[in-house]
């Protein structure tokens, strides 16, 4: 008989506080190393990078605007598989990131940023979250969650994901480098696919504070991508000309962007758009490009991971509403889902009582998104 969702979710509390032998980081990283380019990469405009968790060796990567809603699975030296994602929307993906899975962290999911907004005119964003899927399988889709700024439309091409507490946040991207620092609020998360929305139903994001990047130039501040080591202790930020990395305590995923970064050495290639940790702790970037340029920062000095346990940030009784879907690998039964919704009222763009996001308007500011191309620089 399958184990209950509650308690399956429960059990996986426990599974996720195991050491991970398979993860560690680094004390530093070296110079950028020579460009690879995988030839048969389709993803021409990589604007997300994730290192797989169950494939070791392998990254999954998408396109932005104009693109389609899948991933692409490539090692450094070849194309592994493309996985589409059905009944997902696709604007303008900017971001990805590897981490548990909400429903049960005992399991691994990709999140996916449709966050990118130039003009600044999207009433809401959204996050898909789907299985990692397995070689040649389906992508089955877990969540769609959609979040409001509460000081109304901003851009962002960062999303992060914490491996040990699920805390999702997000880096807005700006000229002069003044980036607000959101989080999800994680006990009001549920999926909104399929569900006919007002604003009252999409949670607001909770600014955690201001994250100020020097740089000489525009493209030096203006932030492309984020990403955690697969154990919490570090995380990375890029931009088209730098790559900053914090040291954060394991458990507190707010608490990073107070301190200095460590500035490396960025690779030269020229519009860098990704950037993720691999599971031995050595730095990718990508940028666009066909084919795709890929550049690793080798681990100088490697350390154990930190195996300390975290609270995880979803509860039993949010793993038994929202989530589903088989895992692309065979992993877990599917979880009931009823598309449940909030209804969380005030803030951001929201006008006098509730209000219904009609799919034509939402169609128009994606016209206005494709059309623009503002993203660069």
């Given amino acids: 008989m399958p184990t209950p969702a509650p308690l399956r979710a429960a059990c996986a509390l426990t599974l996720l506080a195991a050491p991970r032998a398979w993860a560690q980081s680094c004390e530093g990283w070296g110079a950028p190393e020579a460009t690879l380019l995988p030839a048969d990469v389709k993803t021409d405009e990589s604007s997300g990078l994730a ?10 990567t998408h396109d932005d605007s104009g693109g389609e809603a899948r991933v692409e699975a490539f090692t450094p030296a070849i194309e592994e598989d493309t996985n589409s994602i059905e009944d997902v929307t696709f604007i303008d993906w900017e971001d990805m990131a590897a981490a548990p899975c909400p429903d049960d962290p005992a399991l691994h999911c990709l999140y996916i940023g449709d966050i990118g907004d130039n003009l600044r005119l999207r009433p809401f964003i959204t996050v898909h979250v789907i299985r990692e899927p397995a070689r040649n399988a389906d992508a089955a889709h877990v969540a769609t969650w959609h979040l409001r700024y509460p000081e109304g439309p901003q851009d962002s091409e960062s999303l992060l994901v914490h491996p040990k507490t699920g805390q999702l946040t997000l880096i807005t991207k700006s000229e002069d480098g003044v980036c607000g620092v959101y989080d999800a609020p994680m006990g009001e998360l549920r999926d909104l696919s399929g569900v006919e929305l007002t604003t009252d139903d999409i949670p607001l994001l909770e600014r955690q504070g201001t994250l100020v990047i020097d740089g000489d130039s525009n493209s030096d501040r203006m932030t492309t991508g984020a990403a955690y080591t697969a154990d919490g202790t570090a995380l990375v930020v890029r931009t088209y000309g730098q790559v900053l990395v914090w040291r954060t305590p394991t458990c507190e995923p707010g608490a990073w962007f107070s301190g200095a970064p460590l500035q490396l050495i960025a690779p030269p290639d020229g519009q860098g758009e990704a950037v993720t940790f691999d599971l031995e702790g ?42 589903g879907g088989d895992g692309g690998g065979g992993e877990g039964e599917d979880d009931a889902d009823d598309g449940e919704d909030t209804d969380k009222g005030g803030g951001g763009c929201a006008t006098s009582g509730p209000r219904r996001l009609g799919l034509g308007a939402l169609i128009g500011a994606v016209a206005l998104l494709a059309g623009a191309r503002l993203r660069r620089r």
Avoid: H, N, Y
């Fill in 51 to 60: 290192a797989s968790r169950t494939r070791p060796g392998v990254f999954f």
């Fill in 282 to 323: 050595k730095l990718w970037t990508t940028s666009e490009g066909e084919p795709m340029p890929l550049t690793a920062l080798p681990c100088a000095g490697p350390i154990a991971a930190d195996t300390t346990a975290c609270d995880w940030r979803w509860t039993a009784d949010q793993a038994a509403d929202g989530g």
